[in-house]
């Protein structure tokens, strides 16, 4: 079965980066997109931004973009997602998640599977 | 960015009966060339990642008891639990994927 398995636990520096690895097994990596969402304690869900494999070409919120950089490895199945500059408000779980495509590199639709999640804390 | 929101806030409901959420977009998320509606449910429980329900407003993801429902389309959507279930106390939130950013409704948390 389709399996998603997420880098452990990060404390981090302000000012600091972090990168968050995704693992897939179970399926095409290639035939999907992966995404990034994050979770600041007890609030809700907020994408980052998107990757699908095959084009290696990222979309990002803009309210990240320059801060965040998400790649693929396809000869490893492995995403990765890096945040720069970190602040306080950047402590959240962050879920990769498979993301349903189309055919073209602009098509990305709901997410499928999920991370287990991986807690970056932000803290000084 | 395309706004969502999402009704009630919280709701209490009896097992066996019936709970509605509502979702609403700040503008439509139908695309008519394939006529879907651009919009995913996920339920999530504490301590766990989302899981998708519903996808293109109404499709069941496989695996999805029958008892949730997906409805609507434009701008106004509803997720529909027929006969509520003790493992169905979650937080449930409607997601759209018409354009970026994906934004996801704030949540509505189910309770017995």
């Known amino acids: 079965q389709v399996q998603l398995v997420q880098s452990g636990a990060e404390v981090k520096k302000p000012g600091s980066s972090v990168r968050v690895s995704c693992k897939a097994s179970g399926g095409t990596f290639n035939s999907y997109a992966i995404s990034w969402v994050r979770q600041a304690p007890g609030q809700g869900l907020e994408w980052m931004g998107g990757v699908i494999p095959i084009f290696g070409t990222p979309s990002y919120a803009q309210k990240l973009q320059g801060r965040v950089t998400i790649t693929a490895d396809e000869s490893t199945s492995t995403a990765y997602m890096e945040l720069s500059s970190l602040r306080s408000e950047d402590t959240a779980v962050y879920y990769c998640a498979r993301t349903v495509r189309g055919l073209s590199a602009a098509s990305l639709y709901y997410f499928d599977y999920w991370g287990q999640g991986t807690l970056v804390t932000v803290s000084s | 960015d395309i706004v969502m929101t999402q009704s009630p806030d919280s709701l209490a409901v009896s097992l066996g009966e019936r709970a509605t959420i509502n979702c609403k977009s700040s503008q439509s998320v139908f695309y008519s060339p394939n006529n879907k509606n651009y919009l995913a449910w996920y339920q999530q429980k504490p301590g766990q990642p989302p899981k998708l329900l519903i996808y293109w407003a109404s499709t069941r993801e496989s695996g999805v008891p029958d008892r949730f429902s997906g409805s609507g389309s434009g701008t106004d959507f509803t997720l529909t639990i027929s006969s509520l279930q003790a493992e169905d106390v979650a937080l449930y939130y409607c997601?759209?994927?018409?354009?970026?950013?994906?934004?996801f409704g704030p949540g509505t948390k189910v309770d017995i």
């Open positions: 997601q759209q994927y018409y354009s970026r950013p994906f934004t």
